[in-house]
């Protein structure tokens, strides 16, 4: 692209950008207008504060293409709708929709109170009436259940449609009102359908076929799905790998098996008997399965295991061509209970659906894994090794343009190539806080001069993990206000803490201490943010944690994140092992790459939990000497790479206290 064509693009971007951009922002902009152009995928690393959000829109949202804009959580949906609003206070009229559940849409409270999802889509479903004759939804479902009864259902079209609960009549909108919210939040969408009786759910629907930008969770990436040249923007996808892998992934359990044999016999027909025999079969071989936990198997065991208990390859077609019989199944049900029942709940249909893809996916991307994590209830996972097919159903849609965009994307040629992507556009941009207001510091060497590292030789090492202690104890006394410690996974953190237990070492903090467990809830977080925004706190935390990901901890709250060892993934998980042995078979040194992309996107993560914005100040500390090699520093996202430096193993530690003492003084 010629200069002044850039200049020109960047001026026209200027009428949608709220505020006075950064010239990193023009430059991610004026990328993202390129792409847009052109066409293509792109992979945008922006670092943490940078008002990505802002520029995405403001650089899509004057183009002629509809912009689908996925995220993970739903602040971070609040946060796009939050940002287009910004826009159209500039003078515009950017129609937008947040892609919304029954359980935050509804307009019963009770039932959004609920969080269940079959609940929500059946109670929903069973109070919506036709105002010709007053028929029920389960009379209208009993006749074509595999349409309106879905996840994805569509009701009937050619009659008009309400809702009917305690506040009344509720209507279901067919087409789209004049006065609907134009730019239609969940908080707007609720306050539309309370005004004027029309359901929010179904409103947002209607409005998601037509609208400017779509926001949604990553769940509805494969529902909308109509993205012939629009632009679909992928917020927050540093973990879009295991999120692709895991939307064409499958898992069947012993208690799923249990429950369908439970529907069978309570519908008593002699037209399901075969099926209730073909369920009979699968518990016997979970019961009895010759398999080890975690085992590793091919398509062509499990099939032999099948056979041995009665489910022979045949029996197996004929339970798979019996797709009347399991909507027949679901009719009885409906009739029995005198309620709607969505396909989704049903668990006959689950194990339809299990063996169904089992045998149609393509053995070379999958391996099976037999898992007794719950000795009652044992799984068969089938599980998918290749983001690709999922991330080649996207493109087959034949979008204009993707857009994947994080703070932390590092590294990105590896990301892109296991995407199956040959030549995308690829850019990491410079941070937009200061450089005095980062500093990452790679310790190789303890307060008493062990040699740090987590090598799971060394794991058990009485005096490295001492070390390990008092190193962290003499950081955190000089480092003011709130401290995140991150370990690699829960039973390193807990063999480390009753360590330092034993010997004094937790006594010595004298700060308060939070301990995330495997089932801390956010409240544990809120806890410590209370303590650390007024005076000195500690959080031990795991990379991959649900701290590590999906919270923040901006200005006082996380004024240092210690990464004690690096994260590489559990080489004992036969998931790990089947991976990184798929991507080696693939290309030489595909599998090594991945297994290091693991580690150090997590790392990237974690530290980048304590810089939310553009004056927030805080330190990384790296304790491990293995995060003082070249290779390793070149996997850290660019805008910490430029700002770690290594201290010498030969330094006093006196040193290394001083300089954090002089970077908070500053």
């Known amino acids: ?52 959000t802002i520029a995405i829109l403001a650089a899509t949202v004057g183009t002629p293409y509809r912009v689908f804009y996925y995220s993970r959580t739903h602040a971070q949906m609040r946060q796009v709708a939050y940002e287009l609003e910004k826009i159209n206070e500039l003078g515009h009229n950017i129609t937008g929709v947040v892609r919304g559940s029954r359980v935050q849409l509804c307009l019963d409270e009770d039932l959004r109170r609920s969080n269940d999802y079959f609940y929500a889509s059946e109670t929903c479903l069973s109070r919506i009436r036709s105002l010709e004759d007053d028929r029920s939804l389960v009379e209208i479902a009993s006749s074509r259940p595999e349409v309106n009864l879905t996840s994805n259902e569509r009701l009937p079209s050619g009659m008009d449609l309400y809702c ?12 789209i009102p004049k006065d609907a919210p134009t730019l239609a939040s969940v908080e707007s969408l609720l306050q539309y359908g309370l005004e004027h009786k029309v359901c929010p759910y179904y409103l947002a629907r209607l409005l998601a076929q037509i609208y400017k930008v779509v926001i949604g969770a990553y769940n509805y990436l494969f529902i909308d799905s109509n993205y012939q040249n629009q632009i679909v923007v992928l917020d927050e996808a540093h973990n879009m ?50 398999f080890k936990d975690e085992e590793l198997l091919t398509r062509e065991i499990i099939l032999n295991e099948l056979n041995e208990h009665g489910l022979t390859r045949e029996r197996i077609k004929n339970f798979l061509d019996s797709w009347p019989i399991i909507l027949n199944i679901q009719r009885e049900l409906i009739a029995l209970r005198g309620r709607i029942i969505i396909l989704d709940r049903l668990r006959t249909y689950w194990v339809y659906h299990f063996f169904e893809n089992f045998l149609q996916s393509s053995e070379k991307f999958y391996v099976g894994v037999w898992n007794l994590r719950y000795k009652k209830n044992p799984q068969l996972e089938w599980l998918c090794l290749e983001p690709k097919i999922a991330f080649e159903q996207i493109l087959s849609e034949n979008p204009r343009t993707v857009i994947l965009t994080s703070g932390t994307l590092s590294p990105l040629k590896g990301t892109a190539q296991r995407l199956g992507l040959e030549n995308p556009f690829l850019q990491s941009y410079p941070t937009i806080i200061p450089e005095e207001n980062i500093l990452i510091l790679s310790i190789s060497r303890g307060l008493n001069k062990k040699a740090l590292t987590t090598k799971y030789e060394l794991r058990e090492d009485k005096e490295t993990i001492i070390d390990y202690g008092k190193t962290i104890t003499a950081l955190i006394n000089v480092i003011p206000n709130g401290t995140i410690v991150f370990f690699p996974s829960y039973e390193l953190m807990e063999s480390m803490l009753e360590m330092w237990e034993k010997n004094g070492i937790l006594d010595e903090l004298r700060v308060p201490a939070f301990f995330e467990t495997r089932g801390s809830r956010p409240v544990l977080a809120d806890m410590y943010c209370k303590e650390a925004s007024k005076n000195k706190a500690v959080l031990f935390a795991v990379v991959r944690g649900k701290l590590s ?36 078979k693939k290309q030489k040194g595909m599998g090594t790459t991945w297994y290091l ?6 790392v990237n993560q974690s530290l980048g939990r304590v810089w939310r914005h553009k004056n927030d100040y805080a330190i990384g500390i790296l304790l491990d000497g293995r995060y003082t090699y070249r290779t390793n520093q070149s996997r850290l996202a660019s805008w910490l790479a430029q700002r770690t430096i290594s201290i010498s193993s030969h330094s006093p530690f006196i040193t290394i206290e001083k300089m954090i003492q002089e970077f908070f003084q500053e």
Not at 164 to 175: A, D, Q, V
């Open 1 to 52: 692209m010629k200069e002044d064509s850039a200049k020109s693009i960047s001026e026209q971007i200027k009428t949608y950008f709220p505020y006075t951009p950064y010239p990193q922002q023009e430059m991610y902009m004026r990328d993202v207008a390129s792409l847009v152009e052109k066409g293509g995928v792109g992979f945008l690393e922006a670092p943490t504060g940078f008002g990505k």
């Open 164 to 175: 009917k609960f305690e506040m009344g009549e509720i209507e279901i909108p067919s087409i």
């Open 241 to 290: 790998e295991d999120f692709l892998k895991d939307t064409v992934s499958f898992t069947l359990s012993h208690l799923t098996v249990e429950q369908a044999l439970d529907e069978i016999k309570e519908i008593s027909r002699p037209w399901a008997s075969d099926v209730e025999m073909f369920l009979s079969f699968l518990l016997r071989f979970f019961n009895h399965a010759d």
């Open 549 to 584: 990901e999906g919270l923040n901890f901006p200005d006082e709250t996380g004024r240092a994140a210690i990464l004690v060892g690096i994260p590489y993934p559990n080489t004992q998980d036969p998931r790990i092992k089947a991976q990184r042995e798929y991507y080696e």
């Open 597 to 602: 992309d693991q580690a150090f996107n997590a």
